[in-house]
């Protein structure tokens, strides 16, 4: 989870184009025009990229565009989708996984929706608002591959995203099954496709191993060798929903259902 600020930047002519972008001559008319659209726009392009929370759906776009592929982002993306699917369960949310701050940041925008986040890897470069969620309770920086410090079906849903791509199947077999012991109504799985992601020294040096990304099959296989069994019902309503929405998901998602 790499937190660098984007900075884009272009320049417009020398210095003096800003003399011509004040002149009133009529005859140099067009090229004023051009001028003054091209700066306008780059005005615009700033103000988005510093509209967001500071640490968000925006930064997650751009790194996707620069080929380090994230699974949060999608969260944010597929979060309509996913109250059709869940109803009143995702009025109560825990979510795991990098960059946490940003899904828990956009959960707490929704009306009647209590949000928490467990934000698996080291956050001293998080922005403000994320530290302020952690002095306040609602995000912890927690090691996922011990049990989590909830009580079984604290959460009705809980949505992971990114974090189970940097396990083993060692710490998977007591990870997951822990995600569905805190979830009442169901977990909802969210990994990358094989090939989405290359590794990189950082992703070694921050989550002690490169990203493994897995195969629709072989996570079939490992929920049934881990007796986690599909949510079904979920499954179809977020299908119904996405094919309504046009949502067409970067990412697997996988509906699980709570251990009983």
Not at 16 to 29: D, V, W
Not at 35 to 50: C, D, K, P, R, W
Request: proline letters at 6%.
């Amino acid at each position: 989870m790499s937190r660098r600020p984007v900075n884009p930047s272009r320049r417009y002519g020398d210095a003096g184009g800003g003399a011509a972008l004040f002149s009133l001559s009529k005859s140099h008319s067009p090229p004023l025009l051009s001028i003054v659209l091209i700066v306008l726009g780059a005005l615009l392009i700033v103000a988005y990229f510093h509209s967001g929370s500071g640490s968000g759906g925006i930064r997650s776009l751009v790194s996707r565009v620069e080929g380090d592929f994230s699974c949060t982002f999608e969260v944010l993306r597929a979060l309509p989708i996913l109250k059709k699917a869940y109803g009143g369960g995702i009025h109560k949310v825990l979510h795991i996984g990098p960059d946490s701050c940003s899904v828990v940041s956009n959960l707490l925008k929704e009306e009647e929706t209590e949000a928490w986040g467990v934000e698996p890897y080291d956050i001293e470069d998080a922005d403000a608002n994320c530290k302020r969620l952690v002095r306040n309770g609602i995000m912890r920086v927690a090691d996922i591959k011990f049990p989590l410090p909830y009580r079984p079906k604290s959460f009705p849903l809980v949505i992971v995203s990114d974090a189970l791509d940097y396990l083993s199947p060692r710490y998977l077999n007591k990870t997951l099954p822990d995600f569905a012991r805190v979830s009442a109504d169901g977990v909802v799985v969210f990994t990358g496709f094989p090939g989405q992601r290359k590794a990189k020294a950082a992703d070694v040096s921050k989550y002690g191993r490169a990203a493994k990304l897995r195969s629709s099959t072989w996570w079939v296989r490992y929920f049934i060798q881990t007796s986690l069994e599909e949510n079904e019902v979920a499954a179809k309503k977020f299908s119904r929903a996405a094919e309504k929405s046009s949502y067409n998901p970067s990412c697997q998602i996988f509906h699980l259902r709570s251990y009983r």
